[in-house]
């Protein structure tokens, strides 16, 4: 694996475990996509660090649990704005 991709994926975890930050999150502030930063967390960040790459599924799954919230008030916004 080359140093810079390694580097990113550390970049990355640090991100999404300081920020509590959702990979859509992350991938606009790094300015790669999501897939990206999915694989960079999930299929090589264990290769190099598994004790960081464990700390940032925690966050992922967290945020997984709350996705359907978040949209939900997402939706409710919209057509708040739209209605008002």
Do not use: C, W
Not at 11 to 29: D, F, G, L, P
């Amino acid at each position: 694996m080359k140093d810079y991709i390694e580097e990113r994926a550390l970049e990355i975890a640090n991100h999404i475990i300081s920020k509590r930050a959702t990979v859509r999150q992350t991938a606009n502030i790094f300015g790669v996509s999501k897939s990206t930063v999915h694989k960079d967390v999930t299929e090589r960040l264990p290769k190099i660090n598994p004790l960081i790459a464990s700390k940032v599924k925690l966050v992922l799954d967290k945020n997984k649990a709350e996705r359907h919230i978040r949209g939900g008030r997402a939706t409710k916004m919209k057509y708040k704005a739209i209605n008002d």
